[in-house]
């Protein structure tokens, strides 16, 4: 019988002992177009299902080893790419009740000598369930504009890969994918062409992906993409392609074209890597130094460990620059710190208002305590009465913090080695800052851009140039509070970007002036530095 190719994909497994059920029946349903793979035991049937699960599993209620009702328990107990549908192959004896098998997770049940005609009219049946099941799935798992994974799902699916890969001793990576500057598409183009944009950059990726691959939205314009049996370096030229593929995208806004980048981070599984949110979070650091150093580019996580392949006198000159350097000099201050015994309530509403993620907790006296993030507020505000709890209860007491006086090269080892974003910078206890990521890459970028291999006390400026400069941006600053005060109530963004504009230059200044001093392009430096010189 020549069966529809929907029916000719479908996947079957027949689980029987006796060759007088097996045999017959997968002969009826290979006859009939099937894929059809065969077990003689309850254990090879489950070692069958947790490598390649099929669509449907036929199982005798007599197998050795483990019965047709412990399988079916088991089946249900694993977490499956997709749902089993599970046929009882058994006479109806009083030992052979088919409320059981329904009771052990059961969808059917046929007798084992039925014929071949009752057995392909049951598998169309379940056939058309399984259909109706997957649209249903995928209107709940699925983001609704670009179909793909939603991030709920995305981390169910990564959860279940990463059990695979511990258990097989496989390779795993995923790849987090960035829309660089895709904000001011929305903010240019309009939202219409936006939602273009992400469509475009999910058919780009999925016509790149095998069909064992997970493609996920993660958020407005990120997407995640899991990649099973594949390492970090395999991972990191897929996403190259996938990145070059993405600048080719052009869409049509009225007359103006539009052209998409992309900057893409790598990582790989770990034996230490718990969960999904670890892998993602590798996937991230990779993700925010690619940005950070240029965006339009694929980064591995591996590819951090760089700074450890320097050289012998490469790693001393480096180490020389950071530990000439303490955390309070690179710190970012003011810092939002939030009371032991504040409410929940209250820390949500800070966080909103100030437009943070996280923020050190104190005591009473000051000291350091703990940190909270938006994501412990989640995992505990699930009622009004959580809300009113105080921000002690909820907090991480592991915080990491180093003292003002550190020098930087220590901070800078821990970040790089480890998922922690940020830590925190103290004062006898009290926080007095915060040294993230980001923090660094931008330090560290200014130094780089500025540092001539040449350093000599012959090359250094007046300290009145940058006392000059940095008295144009406190002028600056007052002014601003001025035309603030004075605009009270009426349009205050154009004296905004004015006085921001002016401070934006005097900081230039004081850089220009720190290039003279390691003599790097002196006489550029020197015509800025001039030109900036002129009265306000």
Known sequence: MQSPSARQRLSLLVAAHDPGVLGP???????????????????????????????????????????????????????LSRYIHVVFLAPRTADH???????AGADDFLADSINPAELLARIRRAEAALELLCRQTALAETDPLTGALNRRTFDAVCEREIQRAARFQRDL???????????????????????????????????????????????????????????????????????????????????????????????????????????LDLADQALLTAKHSGRDRVLSFGDLGAFDALNGQQRRDAHAVLTGVVARQVMTTPILCLRNDDTLQAAADIFLRMRVNSAPVVDELGKLVGIISEKDLLNVALSQESWRSPVGEAMKTSVVCYDEETPLAVIWEFLRRVTIRRVVVVQDGAPVGVISRGTLLRWIGNWGVLRDRTMGADALVPLEGFDRAALGVAQELDLLRRELAAARGGEVVPCVIHSATRMQEQVQDLLAL??????????????ARRASEQPI
């Open 25 to 79: 029946v997968s002969a009826s349903l290979i006859e009939a177009g099937y894929e059809v793979r065969q077990a003689r035991d309850g254990f090879e049937a489950l070692e069958i299902v947790r490598g390649d699960a099929p669509e449907v599993l036929l199982a005798d209620w007599e197998l050795p080893g483990m019965d047709g009702l412990e399988l079916c328990r088991a089946i249900r107990r694993e977490k």
């Open 97 to 103: 009740d088919p409320l059981q098998a329904l009771a």
């Open 173 to 279: 990576s995923c790849a987090l994918i960035d829309i660089d500057l895709f904000k001011h598409v929305n903010d240019t183009y309009g939202h219409a062409v936006g939602d273009s944009a992400l469509q475009a950059v999910t058919e780009v990726v999925r016509e790149r992906s095998r069909g064992t691959d997970y493609v996920g939205r993660y958020g407005g314009d990120e997407f995640c993409v899991l990649l099973p049996d594949t390492a970090e370096a395999e991972a990191a030229g897929w996403a190259e392609r996938v990145r070059a593929a993405i600048g080719d995208i052009a869409l049509s806004a009225g007359n103006a074209t539009v052209r998409l980048k992309a900057t893409v981070g790598v990582a790989q599984w770990r034996q230490n890597v718990a969960g999904p949110r670890d892998l």
């Open 514 to 527: 720190s290039q003279i001093y390691y003599r790097f392009q002196p006489d550029v430096c020197l015509g």
